[in-house]
């Protein structure tokens, strides 16, 4: 069920000397161990990614479509097989699982798309001369993936430096290494030629650190927390290397007096708990208009308290452990300071059952605003519930954060949807539903969330420069 871990290098697999335990979350054994790329690794997966990039942006873009397009029916096919694999090294319901495979491959299928639509334009010009655009593919991206979402987190980067003729090394997540291999698996099985995805693993400092500086490397991509991402993009700047930041989020949820509130108290609990909490567009922050703050918190609380925890191999889990035992003490920090500043444990706050790493679904009500909660993500299953005013109100304490990623709301009312629309900073906003993004919409942040947009019809400018070419007819 769970793959034989290797590093991807120039279309050959390898192992290494050094090697990494993969740990199941749910039960703490080990499935398996994952070689560490050494320097030499990486020296070979730049000069795969060169060649690479010389054949893959020389060739049709109908063709590299077609290539993208295989692999992703063989990731369907294989869905199964993915599915099971990224339960065991991430720990969420096989469900959920399954629906990630899903997902990745539509990511894969709307940038095979895209592609074919990346259109250059032709700029009224004098007589005798041509004013013309061209997109062209940037170079080697160097990728670096989170853990949360073992394959569909990869395959946001793989998609779209393939799509628009990037070579790419991805060094994806040590705890859950198996949803990028398979990935590779299936572009190795489609025919996509040696060195144009490359994929490592090791100590992310020491491949960043190494990585980025190089010459081949035009962007840097990442997603992850908001201090690493800065730490890269810093990396990045000394070579002036363009970069593409998905960071952090600390979601509002703002609950209108004029909504069905058992109805939104349901949505959310279910929502937050997906995943472990352990979603950058998790919704976290609950700003609940007074007047229908206690009907709310009672419906939130009494779903928390349903949810049914569990191994994510078992039916009818709703929600698997935290990824390891760092996540666990950050909630259980997270919960102390709050809990000192006033706050009222709801349900939940502790470590959840002897083996793995599961984390009690929480609800804080009652949180001061000084609280770190209030301005840090816990990326966990931890909701807080405050009582607000007002719109104005709600909408204050939704922007107080540094962070500017998704945001939510509940209501009917035109007037206060204008206001969300306009006065929320956030980079995706939704209204009466928790989804926050589909392959077709961009999804990214704004402040500390990030930079550059992922899906969408903006997902490929990233990947690729804008070339201005000034033709003319004689020598002028
Ligand atoms: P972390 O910040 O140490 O790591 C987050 C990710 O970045 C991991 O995949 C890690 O391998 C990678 N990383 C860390 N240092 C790196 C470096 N120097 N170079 C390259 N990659 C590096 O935190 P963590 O404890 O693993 O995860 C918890 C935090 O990470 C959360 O609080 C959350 O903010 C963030 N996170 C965000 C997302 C997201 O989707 N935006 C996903 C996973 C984790």
Redesign the pocket.
């Known amino acids: 069920m769970y793959p034989e871990l290797r590093l991807f290098i120039g279309g050959q697999w390898r192992k290494t000397a050094d090697d990494l335990a993969v740990v199941n979350p749910a039960t703490e054994e080990e499935l398996g161990r994952l070689p560490c790329a050494a320097r030499s690794d990486l020296d070979d997966a730049l000069d795969a990614a060169a060649n690479g990039f010389r054949t893959w942006s020389r060739t049709a873009p109908r063709d590299r479509a077609n290539v993208i397009r295989h692999a992703a029916a063989l990731m369907r096919a294989r869905q199964e097989e993915i599915a099971q694999a990224i339960t065991l090294e991430h720990g969420k319901p096989l469900p959920q699982a399954r629906l990630e495979v899903i997902r990745g491959a539509e990511f894969f299928e709307w940038d095979a798309g895209e592609v074919m639509r990346t259109y250059g334009r032709v700029i009224p010009a004098p007589k005798g001369h041509k004013f013309s655009v061209h997109h062209q593919p940037i170079g080697v991206v160097a990728a670096?993936?989170?853990?949360?979402?073992p394959m569909s987190?990869p395959a946001r980067k793989i998609s779209g430096a393939l799509a628009s003729g990037c070579s790419i090394i991805l060094?994806?997540?040590?705890?859950t290494p198996a949803g990028a291999i398979l990935i590779a698996r299936a572009f190795e099985d489609a025919g996509l030629p040696p060195g144009v995805l490359n994929l490592v693993f090791g100590v992310?400092?020491?491949?960043?650190?190494y990585l980025i500086p190089q010459d081949p490397v035009r962007l840097v991509a990442?997603?992850?927390?908001?201090?690493?991402?800065r730490?890269?993009t810093g990396l990045a700047a000394q070579n002036d290397t363009r970069v593409l930041m998905?960071?952090?989020?600390h979601a509002p949820v703002i609950v209108c007096e004029d909504t069905d509130v058992e109805a939104a108290a349901v949505a959310g609990a279910i929502r937050k708990v997906r995943n472990a909490g352990?979603?950058?567009?998790s919704p976290t922050r609950f700003f609940v208009h007074d007047s229908v703050f206690d009907a709310f918190a009672e419906a939130f609380v009494t779903r928390i308290k349903a949810t049914v925890v569990g191994n994510g191999m078992e039916p009818g889990v709703e929600m698997g452990p935290t990824?390891?035992d760092?996540?666990v003490s950050?909630l259980a920090a997270f919960i102390e300071d709050a809990r000192k500043k006033g706050a009222i444990v709801e349900t939940g706050g502790a470590k959840y059952g002897t083996q793995g790493y599961f984390f009690q679904p929480t609800v804080l009500t009652n949180v001061h605003e000084t609280a770190l909660i209030m301005r840090?993500?816990?990326?966990g299953p931890v909701a807080v519930l405050n009582p607000v005013s007002s719109l104005e109100h709600a909408i204050a304490q939704s922007n107080s954060v540094r962070y500017g990623?998704a945001g939510y709301a509940f209501t009917n009312r035109a007037d206060y949807i204008d206001r969300l629309v306009d006065e929320v900073e956030v980079g995706n906003l939704s209204i009466n539903t928790l989804e926050a993004s589909m392959p077709e919409t961009p999804f990214g942040g704004v402040k500390s969330?990030?930079s550059g947009r992922e899906g969408g019809i903006e997902g490929l400018e990233n990947y690729m420069t804008v070339k201005n070419v000034w033709h003319s007819a004689g020598i002028a």
Do not use: M, Y
Request: hydrophobic residues 35%; aromatic residues 10%.
């Open positions: 670096f993936s989170p853990w949360n979402f987190q060094k994806a997540a040590e705890e992310p400092s020491d491949i960043s650190g990442f997603t992850g927390s908001t201090a690493v991402g730490h890269l998905e960071l952090g989020g352990q979603v950058c567009t990824a390891n760092r996540r950050a840090e993500e816990p990326f990623l969330s990030g």
